[in-house]
């Protein structure tokens, strides 16, 4: 069974400071990794990907994410937070092929400080 | 190009009812996902379709089903509606073969009262 962790409910950042949004994850095989940002009351929006080759990923609005198979992390990271950043963020999960579903972590609440 | 389009927006139901929530996927996808996002909670998986027919199921009561059509639109069913079913409903789409990310749809929020 493959699982994502997101261990921090709520992470508070100042305008301009970096940010950090961790992830963790377990799957059986190789894993397709992901992040999405959700705004109140909308859909998931996709910020970025890892399926295979570089480790350090970029994706939508400046945020990257950097895949560590040893330490089976995948951290969205962004040099300098802008407020328009605060939502909500899930990391997710698919094992390679077989009838794996996206599996997503229980989400972090980004809220960056003016 | 369009994306995922789910309807209706917001459903209110009474207690005990049925409810059918309707997802279009973005042209070319053949596989649909669908979650259940309930007030507070994270994303739950519910059911995914690929190319007709059910690949995977979550975690929840038969009550739950669904369907997908020819060209690839999927139902999503709830019978017997109770209070605790009220949740903002998700449906995304993705190419299965190519390993594509998946496009979320802004939602359904049914409403049982």
């Known amino acids: 069974a493959q699982s994502v962790a997101q261990p921090e409910d709520q992470v508070n950042v100042a305008e301009g400071n970096p940010l950090t949004v961790k992830c963790t994850y377990s799957?059986?095989?190789?894993?397709?990794l992901f992040w999405y940002v959700q705004y109140p009351n909308r859909g998931l929006q996709f910020l970025l990907k890892?399926?295979?080759?570089?480790?350090l990923v970029k994706g939508s609005y400046g945020f990257e994410a950097e895949f560590n198979k040893s330490q089976t992390s995948f951290h969205l990271k962004k040099p300098s937070a802008l407020v328009s950043d605060s939502a909500l963020y899930f990391c997710a999960v698919r094992d390679w092929g077989g009838n794996e579903k996206l599996t997503f972590g229980t989400g972090t609440r980004l809220t960056i400080i003016p | 190009e369009a994306g995922v389009t789910q309807s209706p927006t917001h459903l209110i139901k009474t207690r005990g009812q049925q409810a059918t929530l309707r997802c279009s996927p973005i042209s070319g996808h053949t596989s649909v996902y669908w979650y259940q996002q309930a007030l507070g909670l994270g994303l739950q998986f519910l059911l995914w379709?690929?190319?007709?027919?059910?690949?995977n199921r979550g975690n929840f009561p038969p009550r739950f089903s669904g369907r997908q059509f020819p060209n690839y639109s999927s139902e999503l069913n709830v019978n017997a509606l109770e209070l605790e079913d009220s949740a903002l409903y998700l449906c995304a789409s993705f190419f299965y073969s190519s390993n594509t990310e998946a496009f979320f749809g802004q939602g359904t929020r049914l409403t049982v009262v």
């Open positions: 890892y399926i295979t080759g570089d480790n």
């Open positions: 379709y690929d190319e007709g027919e059910e690949r």
């Open positions: 799957v059986s095989g190789n894993p397709y």
